[in-house]
């Protein structure tokens, strides 16, 4: 489930709906970063989970796993954490 929602984030439709689910500020911050990079929203979107994908040490894959167990939506929760990592202080410089 959660590798179908990462592999279709970068279709413009599917990353704003999960941007629409998200707290408006940090919305606000991935669309931010994303035109600071001169990237499309979805593109941006996509490629900073892949990036959480390929370089999270197992303390992020812990707690994504705990925040996935707990929620009513696991695939959304995880995209959740995952965006607010990327726009929190462990992954700022980007």
Do not use: C, Y
Not at 50 to 66: N, P
Request: glycine residues 6%.
């Amino acid at each position: 489930m959660l590798g179908d929602l990462i592999a279709k984030l970068d279709r413009p439709g599917v990353a704003a709906a999960v941007l629409a689910t998200l707290d408006p500020v940090i919305a606000g911050q991935i669309e931010k970063r994303a035109a600071a990079e001169a990237m499309p929203v979805a593109d941006f979107v996509a490629g900073a989970v892949r990036d959480f994908v390929e370089r999270a040490d197992d303390d992020l894959w812990f707690q994504l796993i705990t925040v996935m167990r707990k929620a009513e939506d696991p695939g959304i929760a995880a995209i959740h954490a995952i965006l607010q990592w990327v726009v929190g202080k462990n992954h700022a410089a980007r």
